[in-house]
């Protein structure tokens, strides 16, 4: 292998590929590990301990495919994709049948969605990815994405001239995929077009919905597929189905002036699995001083009491979610850490619906502390972002209760912007409109819903490459001056917080 690093076009020469969909054979479940051990040894690539982060979330896939049974791929029947009323009064008087958002079984595993620049290595490792998966993988399907967009243009348009131009041919598609193979790898993710946005996120929800597990590569982190695209706003829910149901990970290797190299993936980590543990670890590892100041316990004296770190290392401290908000701990409290580290490592965070209403506010206080004081956020959730603080079932309740809700311009005017634009997009992933929102009880009042809407921004937003590389003193970045000049201003932060 060239260099020092995994790069170039690997075995495939990074040539476009028609759709294939084979047989899986691996009766050893011979893994990515072992693949890439093997090949270290050989001396046909070098081992590298940011090569060897990817490879293990390659890996950590594989067993929980292992562990996986595929559900059967159960066609839509033709007559329920069809509308109801086809004459031209029951158009009139009936409304368009609206299409119900599809969900993935219970238990599925996340995919993949690995993005680096030309030479990252992204052939060679979707090749390696490709060759192992285990043996209770029956068929897998591995295809150029724009070769793949054709594919499904053409059987759509081949159902709608069939059955007409109201035919919902999505959901028809996506089986007929998921029957070809239950492991579909694409070559090359982007959008470009703007009929392939329109339908993209559909027929991903649909595909997962039949236990499909998609691995993907890509020049672009999800956050700048279609850049600038026409109706990019409508694109948006499907980046974030890419960013809630595939593991993101970024193949290129930061030139930073600490040896420990950052994680490939993304700082939030759902769901609760077994690269949970690995995850956490790894981002502890690196926000920490494991040489200079190992893990240690450490307590704080507060207000004549003390608040326990069960782990910390140099400015880093690591909890599990019960044992920072899970007990009577407020604003002073995370005050007072914030001024003794610079990043915060939060395991096993659940989901919190009405009951447990104190625990969000809690957490919801912490969130602005962490975020006012510019440090570093990692999590480990049981649900995505955005169902911590409110859960599909309560949306759905609150859906049930206001059948007729329908979102207008006079109803979202209420909030403020803020409120209305990260409300806005939760309500679109969980399919209700913003009036059902804000007639539910779900809230106590404005200041609570304010409080929920502004909790989500923040996360997404210290969840940005941007928040996460600040004061790390990357190259690209300045180095240590870089480093140097955050720490200044952090040091007048504290002093401002006194």
């Not at 995850?279 to 704080?300: I, N, S």
């Amino acid at each position: 292998m060239r260099g020092s690093a995994i790069g170039g076009a690997g075995p495939a020469g990074g040539q476009k590929r028609e759709l294939a969909t084979v047989r899986n054979v691996n009766p050893n479940d011979w893994g990515p590990m072992n693949e890439y051990e093997d090949r270290v040894e050989a001396g046909s690539l070098r081992d590298d301990e940011h090569q060897r982060g990817i490879i293990q979330s390659l890996q950590h896939l594989h067993d929980d495919l292992k562990d996986y049974t595929f559900p059967p791929v159960v066609h839509p029947q033709i007559e329920s994709l069809k509308p109801h009323h086809s004459s031209f009064l029951g158009r009139f008087f009936h409304p368009k049948r609206s299409k119900t958002t599809a969900h993935p079984p219970d238990g599925m595993p996340k995919g993949l969605y690995l993005y680096g620049d030309v030479g990252s290595g992204k052939t060679m490792l979707m090749d390696m990815y490709y060759e192992t998966l285990p043996s209770n993988v029956v068929s897998k399907t591995r295809i150029h994405f724009h070769n793949f967009m054709q594919d499904v243009h053409r059987r759509l348009h081949a159902l709608t001239m069939e059955h007409g131009g109201d035919f919902d041919a999505v959901p028809f598609v996506a089986a007929d995929l998921a029957e070809r193979g239950r492991i579909l790898c694409f070559d090359e993710f982007q959008c470009t077009d703007v009929a392939d946005a329109m339908i993209l996120r559909r027929l991903l929800e649909s595909l997962m919905a039949h236990g499909v597990v998609l691995v993907t590569t890509s020049n672009r982190h999800p956050d700048d597929l279609y850049k600038n695209g026409i109706q990019r706003e409508s694109f948006i829910p499907c980046i974030t189905l890419l960013k809630t149901r595939l593991h993101v990970i970024n193949l290129d290797s930061p030139t930073d002036y600490r040896k420990i190299p950052r994680p490939p993936s993304g700082v939030y980590h759902f769901p609760i699995d077994k690269a949970a543990a690995s995850h956490a670890e790894k981002w502890f590892r690196f926000l920490g001083d494991p040489t200079h100041d190992p893990p240690h316990r450490a307590t704080h004296r507060i207000w004549g009491r003390d608040i326990d770190v069960p782990r910390a290392s140099g400015k880093a401290a690591m909890f599990t979610f019960d044992e920072l908000i899970g007990r009577p701990t407020g604003a002073a409290d995370y005050l007072e850490l914030m001024r003794s580290y610079d990043a915060f490592i939060i395991k096993d965070v659940p989901g919190m619906t009405y009951r447990e209403r104190d625990l969000a506010r809690r957490f919801i206080t912490f969130i602005d502390a962490v975020y006012e004081s510019r440090a570093k956020l990692v999590l480990t959730t049981a649900v995505p972002l955005s169902q911590l603080f409110i859960s599909r079932e309560e949306m759905h309740d609150v859906a049930t209760a206001n059948p007729s809700a329908m979102p207008s311009a006079q109803s979202d005017s209420h909030t403020g912007a803020e409120v209305d634009d990260v409300l806005r997009s939760l309500v679109d992933d969980l399919g209700l409109s913003m009036s059902m929102m804000q007639k539910s009880g779900l809230f106590s009042g404005d200041e609570e819903k304010f409080a929920f809407a502004r909790a989500l921004s923040r996360l997404s937003e210290m969840g940005s490459v941007e928040w996460v590389e600040r004061g790390m003193g990357l190259e690209k970045s300045g180095g240590k001056a870089e480093k140097e000049s955050w720490q200044r201003v952090r040091s007048r932060w504290r002093e401002d917080s006194l």
